[in-house]
Antibody, heavy 122, light 108 residues
Framework: QLQLRESGPGLVKPSETLSLTCTVSGDSISSRSYYWGWIRQPPGKGLEWIGSIYFSGSTYYNPSLNSRVTILVDTSKNQFSLRLTSVTRADTGLYYC??????????????WGQGHLVTVSS | DIQMTQSPSSLSASVGDRVTITCRASQDISNYLNWYQQKPGKAPKLLIYAASSLQSGVPSRFSGSGSGTDFTLTISSLQPEDFATYYCQQSYSTPRLAFGGGTKVEIK
């Protein structure tokens, strides 16, 4: 059974870099059928797609965050990671990692981690 | 970029009510539309994909319709466990995704 688990600091200072890792178990991150993505949710607000990566390393980012986001994949560890630079309080929220299908017509985000709360505060 | 707009942002309903939530895309996305349910403190759960296909294990009281730019999620008879927030999401531009703003379904 597929499991995704986010890990990383829960507190980040303003202007610093937020770094999270998603560890995948129950499936290979090298599967050709899926992308691996990050989604966030500010407290009391809606969902925002941050970006996604394919096992080959191809990346796709939300244009609103593009200049601050880097997503990397480590196939040897079956992990992918998120880096968000120059954070502000607006970056506070729950960060989810998720798997989504490559086919636009198929089930999209069917598998999610439990979420990891990141607070930006000095 | 494709923008997704949901309405209403919240609604109050009673158990047994028929509930309809709408989602509009800023451009034609064919039927590449997904619906999710999110309960407090939990990750979203996929309910419907390809606008009208029910994900495995999802009760049949949930249904989706629409194509092009206008879509609808319907709950035919609202149950106590259905009080949650619902999101639409376009997969037309996969792997670039976008969500609607959400609709909170509350108890009347």
């Amino acid at each position: 059974q597929l499991q995704l688990r986010e890990s990383g600091p829960g507190l980040v200072k303003p202007s610093e870099t937020l770094s999270l890792t998603c560890t995948v178990s129950g499936d290979s991150i090298s599967s050709r059928s899926y992308y691996w993505g990050w989604i966030r949710q500010p407290p009391g607000k809606g969902l925002e797609w941050i970006g996604s990566i394919y096992f080959s390393g191809s990346t796709y980012y939300n244009p609103s965050l593009n200049s601050r986001v880097t997503i990397l994949v480590d196939t040897s560890k079956n992990q992918f990671s998120l880096r968000l630079t120059s954070v502000t309080r607006a970056d506070t929220g729950l960060y989810y990692c998720a798997r989504h299908g490559i086919a636009a017509s198929g089930p999209s985000l069917n598998d999610w981690g439990q979420g990891h709360l990141v607070t930006v505060s000095s | 970029d494709i923008q997704m707009t949901q309405s209403p942002s919240s609604l109050s309903a009673s158990v047994g009510d028929r509930v309809t939530i709408t989602c509009r895309a800023s451009q034609d996305i064919s039927n590449y539309l997904n619906w999710y349910q999110q309960k407090p403190g939990k990750a979203p759960k996929l309910l419907i994909y390809a606008a009208s296909s029910l994900q495995s294990g999802v009760p049949s009281r949930f249904s989706g319709s629409g194509s092009g730019t206008d879509f609808t999620l319907t709950i035919s008879s609202l149950q106590p466990e259905d009080f949650a927030t619902y999101y639409c999401q376009q997969s037309y531009s996969t792997p670039r995704l976008a969500f609607g703003g959400g609709t909170k379904v509350e108890i009347k």
